[in-house]
């Protein structure tokens, strides 16, 4: 009998997660969009994943403003993953740099640079660590508009 991981926050991932590395110019930024919106639409296809079109815009502009940031911010290759576990999406984002992002208060008057505040107020939870090489930012992102968390996000037995 095999055995099942089960993620840091005790939900079973399920699904096959999306791995891929990112390099080059900024079509980057796109590429990650549709990659996300694609393997969003197609746990929905192969396994009747619920997601609301809300919670796909917001992974979408979760993957934007994280993979923006470790273009601007890192030399070298960006690896974005992500995966559903439980009822989230995971976006994870690894680049070069071991700087780990602060966000800035909140300045009504300021010109850009509001990406990290973005995420962090439109994601579940928000994490950044410093890893051997660089750092690996995570967002979870809820799959359905319930407030309350209590869809698991999985198709019903």
């Not at 999306?18 to 549709?34: F, S």
């Not at 439109?122 to 799959?143: D, H, M, N, W, Y």
Request: proline content about 7%; hydrophobic content about 40%.
């Amino acid at each position: 009998m095999g055995s099942v991981r089960v993620g840091e926050d005790g939900a079973v991932p399920y699904g096959r997660p999306l791995r891929v590395a990112l390099d080059g110019d900024g079509t980057v930024i796109a590429k990650a969009r549709q990659l996300a919106a694609g393997f969003l639409t197609q746990m929905q296809a192969d396994h009747g994943l619920h997601v609301s079109q809300r919670a796909l815009d917001l992974t979408q502009l979760v993957v934007s403003e994280l993979v923006t940031n470790a273009r601007k911010y890192a030399p070298g290759p960006i690896l974005l993953n992500l995966r559903i576990t439980g009822a989230t999406v995971e976006v994870e984002v690894w680049d070069s740099d071991p700087v780990l992002p602060v966000a800035r208060a909140a300045d009504a008057g300021r010109v850009g640079q509001h990406g990290l505040e973005i995420v962090m107020a439109v994601a579940q939870s928000f994490e950044a660590r410093r890893e051997p090489v660089g750092k690996r930012v995570t967002a979870r992102i809820t799959l359905t508009d319930d407030p309350s968390g209590s869809h698991t996000g999985c198709p019903p037995p």
